[in-house]
């Protein structure tokens, strides 16, 4: 096995990761304390930039992660930049039920789909974020986009908002969310469930705590109520489990969606990455083959960089918002943006602003709080 060199202090010039805003001064990055509970991939660079075999390891890193090019595959067709430093990224967990992820596989599903979608927005001063979940049930319109090839895809209404990834791919995905929220995103970000798995698995599992029993026969889910250290299978359930909790639907998911996404962030955020190097470099392989970025982020300087300017932003105050909806009156199987609560709320994030707690009330629940 290959040694992975400890790294020494050091300084260096990255290209900034924030869409060209500009970057904020931070404290001191010396000590192992204060450096080790910096964000996973700041780290990952400073264990590998000392060079020989640490720079083969850095540049087979940095070739893992796959970048879309939101520019160009958009065009000009949308909303302006905030005029302040604060960001709005889209994250996407994708779950394309082939390649590693076809043993993953749970139920009779086919096809590419954007299982979670979460626009996080951190407000000027990058010290706190607010998530907000569109449930995959959504009917939206997809605006016309360009696939890869350069194909026209006509605009749609009363479309799956999931269909949209299946149907003509990520950068129209972030098309559709900028059309019905009003709001550039800055970046984007995409993970896939197969990777999702391993990168839990790198980093020694993930503590959660559910009120009620849990057993979902679809997903494989079965536990009781308490505290559970969940591995990277029984994460997998755990975040796509819908018919254990509410009244099976998606909305139900979606709290147990963000109630693990905030307990990964802060186990990353807690592990003592630097006392080894070589669990650094085994969790950011993991993370980088399962992920896609827009094309400012697709390098691990540029995701150091970013990272580094969120380090202020504590996971465990992160607020976590579902998008408010209502059940279709068609199809009371999906559900639509209800108003004025989805306008209310996209405003607050347009205008760095606090979000109303009449914005965060959904009319649709899914028969869970």
Request: charged share 25%; glycine share 12%.
């Amino acid at each position: 096995m290959n040694h992975v060199p400890t790294p020494q202090p050091t300084t260096s010039d990255v290209p900034p990761g924030d869409g060209g805003g500009r970057r904020r001064a931070g404290p001191e990055r010396t000590g192992g304390r204060r450096i080790g509970r910096k964000i996973l991939l700041g780290l990952t660079v400073l264990v590998l930039a000392a060079g020989g075999t640490g720079y083969w390891l850095y540049s087979g890193l940095d070739g893992n992660i796959k970048g879309v090019d939101l520019d160009k595959a958009i065009g000009d067709d949308r909303p302006a930049k905030l005029p302040t430093s604060g960001q709005n990224i889209l994250v996407l967990g994708s779950d394309s039920r082939a390649g590693a992820n076809a043993a993953l596989k749970t139920g009779d599903v086919s096809g590419a789909r954007s299982d979670t979608a979460l626009v996080m927005h951190i407000p000027e001063g990058r010290q706190k974020a607010v998530a907000v979940s569109i449930p995959r049930d959504t009917l939206v319109t997809r605006p016309e986009c360009t696939e890869d090839d350069g194909t026209k895809v006509p605009s749609a209404k009363r479309v799956m908002f999931n269909s949209v990834y299946s149907q003509v791919g990520s950068a129209c995905v972030v098309k559709t969310v900028e059309q019905i929220s009003g709001i550039r995103m800055d970046h984007y970000m995409e993970i896939d469930f197969a990777g999702f798995k391993d990168l839990v698995d790198a980093i020694g599992g993930v503590t959660v705590t559910v009120d009620k029993d849990i057993r979902d026969n679809s997903s494989g889910l079965d536990l009781t109520a308490g505290t559970h250290r969940l591995d990277g299978t029984q994460s997998l359930q755990f975040v796509r489990t819908r018919h254990g909790v509410g009244d099976g639907s998606d909305l139900g998911r979606i709290g147990l969606q963000q109630q693990f996404m905030t307990a990964l962030l802060s186990e990353i955020k807690q592990q003592d990455l630097l006392g080894s190097p070589a669990k650094t470099y085994g969790i950011a392989d993991s993370l980088t083959q399962a992920l896609t970025t827009d094309s400012e982020l697709a390098s691990l300087t540029a995701l150091a960089e970013f990272g580094r300017s969120m380090n202020g932003v504590d996971p465990a105050t992160m607020e976590t918002i579902m998008l408010p909806v209502a059940y279709d009156k068609a199809d009371p199987n999906r559900v639509v943006a209800a108003e004025p609560q989805a306008s209310a709320l996209w405003k607050a994030l347009r205008t760095d602003s606090e979000v109303p707690e009449s914005a965060k009330k959904s009319p649709a629940t899914g028969g869970s709080s």
